[in-house]
């Protein structure tokens, strides 16, 4: 069986505002919402007996592009000093849309933190053709960065 990148899960400070911050400015849906007893085995945070709480956002494909937003509940993690620029061990994620206007009015109003308005971008694609898309690079609640593109 090949392996695939299925979900990937943010540790984050607010489950309920990250789950309204991912389903109303870009368009997921809430797939899973459940607590969870961290065992001490298998995740690299908190201690055993911790409980957490785990949602996960389902994108517009059926298995793959999920986000799982994962909150301590009891005890929460401490949270990091504000991210202004991206360094080693930080994440960008790449999402695709047809409205990438849209998703830059609904950050707006959610009163995430911008880093690029939508803006002209070209790229040379794998197969070496050019790639024309228009693309918003903005920060989530917890200070995952995500550039949105659209392309032409």
Do not use: C
């Not at 201690?47 to 592009?65: C, E, F, S």
């Not at 949270?79 to 409205?99: C, K």
């Amino acid at each position: 069986m090949p392996t695939i990148v299925k979900r990937t899960t943010l540790i984050v400070r607010d489950v309920a505002r990250s789950q309204v911050f991912y389903r109303d400015v870009l368009g997921f849906s809430t797939w899973y919402d459940d607590e969870i007893v961290v065992s001490g085995r298998g995740l690299a945070a908190g201690n055993p007996g911790d409980r957490t709480r785990l949602v996960i956002m389902k994108a517009q494909d059926p298995v793959i592009g999920m986000i799982g937003l994962l909150q301590f509940v009891d005890a929460p993690l401490p949270a990091p000093a504000e991210r202004t620029r991206l360094g080693i061990g930080d994440v960008v994620f790449v999402m695709q849309t047809d409205d990438v206007a849209g998703v830059h009015a609904r950050a707006v109003e959610f009163g995430a933190r911008i880093y690029a308005a939508p803006h002209p971008f070209e790229v040379t694609g794998a197969d070496g053709t050019r790639l024309s898309m228009t693309s918003a690079s903005i920060w989530d609640p917890d200070d995952y960065f995500i550039e949105v593109n659209q392309r032409h």
